[in-house]
């Protein structure tokens, strides 16, 4: 099973990004995906969470109101909707899948995306 996520690049602040994760197969149906980010430096955090069947999401105060996090089931992908982008968001950008325990915020996934950078300039 791996996780490709695209969508990353350079944008100036202010401006907006769509990152897509993808599943090699449809084995994710049935399992929490999230979004995970790494600054420089900085522990990986978490950015938002989606539900099985995409009815809740999660997301970290530092980009609610600005990020939506979306998922398609029959095309095995999972969106990640960055609007109003701040150059404190510049990091490499992880899709995860299959939570493993209740905690949708904790890095508890089974599976784990390469990442995708995201820099933003101010």
């Known amino acids: 099973v791996q996780l490709q996520a695209s969508g990353g690049g350079l944008v100036q602040a202010g401006g907006s990004l769509r990152l897509s994760c993808e599943a090699s197969?449809?084995?994710?149906?049935?399992?929490?995906m999230a979004w995970f980010r790494q600054a420089p430096g900085k522990e990986r955090e978490f950015v938002a969470a989606?539900?099985?069947?995409?009815?809740?999401?999660d997301y970290s105060d530092s980009v609610k109101d600005r990020f939506t996090v979306s998922r398609d089931n029959a095309k095995n992908t999972v969106n990640l909707q960055m609007n109003s982008l701040k150059a404190d968001d510049t990091a490499v950008y992880f899709c995860?899948?299959?939570?493993?325990?209740?905690?949708?915020?904790?890095?508890?996934?089974?599976?784990w995306g390469q990442g995708t950078q995201v820099t933003v300039s101010s």
């Open positions: 989606i539900s099985p069947s995409g009815s809740m999401s």
């Open positions: 197969v449809p084995t994710f149906i049935g399992d929490y």
């Open positions: 995860a899948g299959r939570l493993r325990g209740a905690q949708v915020m904790s890095p508890n996934y089974v599976y």
